[in-house]
């Protein structure tokens, strides 16, 4: 998740939330409530205009809008939060709409955050497995770094071979290490962009000089390097593949552990029955449930009460094998802090 904060004034103000994964989609579950003003840039059916009495056909336009939430579920298809209420803020007024918010969405909350939202807001933020994206792009000579942001691209540095305090003047050499000096700190995820062959130079002698965030870098070929060279990553769908490998890296790291456990007879639960016992114990450390059953109200009520015990609750995507081994055992399973004695 990532969130922006606006002024809180006595606890009530404006945040807006960015959800990045499904779990995020389960925070949002539990931050927003009937009351709170929700704004989004949603789809909303207009008459299209005509010259007769009667338009023959409604389209969908995109349009700013603040709804008033009423009532807030998971989508019956497909994993998605939906907001329903009456809107205050733009066009229809009065009307009611629903707001579906999937990964990947924005949206802004106006609210009185309590202590314990906010606390859920930083707990999903640090639980991010994205971290801030970054995308380097580089010429020959020439390359700058990018911070992406909810609103677009922040120039974070340019760099020009030689331009370093006793760099040799149009030294390759020198300048792969300030790029180095710049990337080696990055956590997040990494995309290198530019023409040519010198992104594939740069990778390698990164990795040479031990830098783990070209060990993990993901290397796009655009025409150009600066603003034009990200706007051509965003359009090639290059952040939505990125995101979706790292997500499922998580997942399969997570179901590894939950199988290994299962096959040495370790620390873990799985199954509605066993996953119970254990949450009854106070045992649980990561609860991991199936997207399939985010609308079982059982299941929920059990989750709730393994996250107020302060288990981590991962949701994994049934559309993926991780996923898939999950709903075969279940839909649910735990990793436990001691093996139960039964």
Not at 137 to 150: N, V
């Given at each position: 998740?990532?969130?922006?904060?606006?002024?809180?004034?006595g606890?009530?103000?404006?945040?807006?939330?960015?959800?990045?994964?499904?779990?995020?989609?389960?925070?949002?579950?539990h931050?927003?409530g009937?009351?709170?003003?929700?704004?989004?840039?949603?789809?909303r059916?207009?008459?299209?205009?005509?010259?007769k009495?009667?338009?023959?056909?409604?389209?969908?336009?995109?349009v700013?809008?603040?709804?008033?939430?009423?009532?807030?579920?998971?989508?019956?298809?497909?994993?998605?939060?939906?907001?329903t209420g009456?809107?205050?803020?733009?066009?229809?007024?009065?009307?009611?709409?629903?707001?579906?918010?999937?990964?990947?969405?924005?949206?802004?909350?106006?609210?009185?955050?309590?202590?314990?939202?906010?606390?859920?807001?930083?707990?999903?933020?640090?639980a991010?497995?994205?971290?801030?994206?970054?995308?380097?792009?580089i010429?020959?000579?020439?390359?700058?770094l990018?911070?992406?942001?909810?609103?677009?691209?922040?120039?974070?540095?340019?760099?020009?071979?030689?331009?370093g305090?006793?760099?040799?003047?149009?030294?390759?050499t020198?300048?792969?290490?300030q790029l180095?000096?710049h990337?080696?700190?990055?956590?997040?995820?990494?995309i290198?962009?530019?023409?040519?062959?010198?992104?594939?130079?740069?990778?390698?002698?990164?990795?040479?000089?031990?830098c783990?965030?070209?060990?993990?870098?993901?290397?796009?070929e655009?025409?150009?390097?600066?603003?034009?060279?990200?706007?051509?990553?965003?359009?090639?769908?290059?952040?939505?593949?990125?995101?979706?490998d790292?997500?499922?890296s998580?997942?399969?790291?997570?179901?590894?552990?939950?199988?290994?456990?299962?096959?040495?007879?370790?620390?873990?639960?799985?199954?509605?029955?066993?996953?119970?016992?254990a949450?009854g114990?106070?045992a649980?450390?990561?609860?991991?449930?199936?997207d399939?059953?985010?609308?079982d109200?059982?299941?929920?009520?059990?989750?709730?009460?393994a996250?107020?015990?302060?288990?981590?609750?991962?949701?994994?995507?049934?559309?993926?094998?991780?996923?898939?081994?999950?709903?075969?055992?279940?839909?649910?399973?735990?990793?436990?802090?001691y093996?139960?004695?039964?």
């Amino acid at each position: 998740m990532k969130a922006e904060y606006g002024e809180l004034k006595g606890g009530y103000g404006e945040i807006r939330l960015f959800p990045e994964s499904i779990d995020d989609l389960w925070h949002l579950r539990h931050l927003i409530g009937p009351g709170d003003l929700v704004f989004a840039t949603t789809f909303r059916s207009v008459d299209a205009a005509t010259d007769k009495i009667r338009p023959e056909k409604v389209e969908k336009r995109p349009v700013r809008l603040g709804v008033r939430v009423e009532r807030v579920e998971f989508s019956e298809h497909g994993v998605r939060l939906r907001l329903t209420g009456i809107i205050e803020h733009g066009v229809d007024a009065g009307a009611h709409h629903t707001i579906n918010v999937e990964t990947g969405f924005e949206i802004s909350v106006i609210r009185h955050w309590r202590p314990v939202d906010l606390e859920r807001v930083e707990r999903a933020v640090k639980a991010s497995v994205y971290g801030v994206i970054h995308i380097l792009t580089i010429e020959e000579g020439e390359a700058e770094l990018f911070r992406l942001r909810q609103y677009g691209p922040e120039s974070v540095i340019t760099i020009t071979s030689g331009s370093g305090k006793g760099a040799e003047t149009g030294s390759r050499t020198a300048f792969f290490d300030q790029l180095v000096s710049h990337v080696q700190d990055i956590s997040g995820p990494l995309i290198i962009a530019g023409p040519g062959f010198i992104k594939d130079d740069f990778i390698k002698y990164a990795k040479s000089r031990a830098c783990a965030a070209a060990g993990r870098a993901v290397v796009v070929e655009t025409r150009r390097i600066g603003r034009g060279a990200v706007q051509e990553v965003v359009g090639r769908g290059a952040l939505e593949k990125l995101m979706d490998d790292l997500q499922l890296s998580r997942e399969v790291k997570v179901m590894d552990e939950v199988l290994v456990r299962i096959a040495q007879e370790g620390a873990v639960a799985y199954g509605i029955r066993e996953v119970r016992e254990a949450i009854g114990y106070g045992a649980v450390e990561q609860v991991l449930v199936s997207d399939t059953l985010l609308r079982d109200a059982p299941v929920m009520h059990l989750i709730e009460d393994a996250e107020a015990m302060r288990a981590t609750i991962i949701v994994l995507s049934s559309q993926f094998e991780p996923g898939e081994r999950l709903v075969a055992l279940g839909g649910l399973a735990a990793l436990l802090r001691y093996k139960l004695v039964t």
